[in-house]
């Protein structure tokens, strides 16, 4: 509770602080950071295959970018991007410490934005919907299984975040998205398997509006 009164505290201290960077119709929000993609547990069962055994992946990080065009005050259109991540499938169970898969992938997403607060709010929280399409590619089939790689997938995301001004147009943020990412193995012994990623997605960026 204590946690929760500082935050809010801070939050009304922000705001109060005064206009420093509207958000107005045409502008350009550009941020760059740390993105880091945790995947669920449990990313595949496997118990056909090998019986008792499961597959899981593993987080990466990397660069990661968003440009946001805002509309008005209370809304924008964000594009999320990055650098490639690399994950290794691991064999979990009856396959634990088995380097089944190593993959790549990028998963460029849609966003519409909305921002609650005015827009000369120094604290600008906003939530986000949007549309994911993930594609792999530079599969590594480390088990033998004759898999020639994963199926691309589209599914929802939806997320929330902040920016807060620092000086003029320069600004920090901190943004979470759960994003739907659910495939399938092609090919080979486990071809059809399906494989659900489903990340949570870490962003911490600086950004500048123009």
């Given at each position: 509770?204590?946690?929760?009164?500082?935050?809010?505290?801070?939050?009304?201290?922000?705001?109060?602080?005064?206009?420093?960077?509207?958000?107005?119709?045409g502008?350009?929000?550009?941020?760059?950071?740390?993105?880091?993609?945790?995947?669920?547990?449990?990313?595949?069962?496997?118990?056909?295959?090998?019986?008792?055994?499961?597959?899981?992946?593993?987080?990466?990080?990397?660069?990661?970018?968003?440009?946001?065009?805002?509309?008005?005050?209370?809304?924008?259109?964000?594009?999320?991007?990055?650098?490639?991540?690399?994950?290794?499938?691991?064999?979990?169970?009856?396959?634990d410490?088995?380097?089944?898969?190593?993959?790549?992938?990028?998963?460029?997403?849609?966003?519409?934005?909305?921002?609650?607060?005015?827009?000369?709010?120094?604290?600008?929280?906003?939530?986000?919907?949007?549309?994911?399409?993930?594609?792999?590619?530079?599969e590594k089939?480390?088990?033998?299984?004759?898999?020639?790689?994963?199926?691309p997938?589209?599914?929802?995301?939806?997320?929330?975040?902040?920016?807060?001004?620092?000086?003029?147009?320069?600004?920090?943020?901190?943004?979470?998205?759960?994003?739907?990412?659910?495939?399938?193995?092609?090919?080979?012994?486990?071809?059809?398997?399906?494989?659900?990623?489903?990340?949570?997605?870490?962003?911490?960026?600086?950004?500048?509006?123009?």
């Amino acid at each position: 509770m204590k946690l929760l009164q500082t935050v809010i505290a801070a939050g009304a201290l922000a705001v109060a602080a005064g206009p420093v960077m509207a958000y107005e119709a045409g502008d350009i929000l550009v941020k760059a950071g740390v993105i880091t993609v945790t995947p669920k547990d449990d990313n595949a069962n496997t118990s056909a295959l090998v019986a008792d055994s499961m597959l899981q992946i593993t987080s990466d990080t990397q660069l990661g970018l968003t440009g946001t065009y805002v509309f008005t005050p209370h809304f924008g259109v964000e594009v999320l991007a990055a650098t490639p991540f690399t994950h290794t499938v691991e064999g979990d169970g009856a396959l634990d410490g088995v380097d089944v898969m190593e993959v790549s992938h990028l998963p460029p997403t849609v966003s519409g934005v909305f921002y609650p607060l005015p827009g000369d709010s120094k604290l600008q929280p906003y939530v986000s919907l949007g549309v994911n399409y993930t594609f792999f590619f530079d599969e590594k089939d480390k088990a033998g299984l004759g898999s020639s790689g994963l199926k691309p997938s589209f599914g929802l995301s939806y997320g929330a975040g902040v920016d807060y001004t620092i000086k003029d147009s320069w600004l920090l943020n901190a943004a979470i998205w759960k994003v739907d990412i659910d495939t399938e193995v092609r090919g080979g012994a486990a071809d059809g398997l399906n494989v659900e990623i489903d990340p949570f997605v870490f962003l911490f960026a600086c950004g500048y509006k123009f």
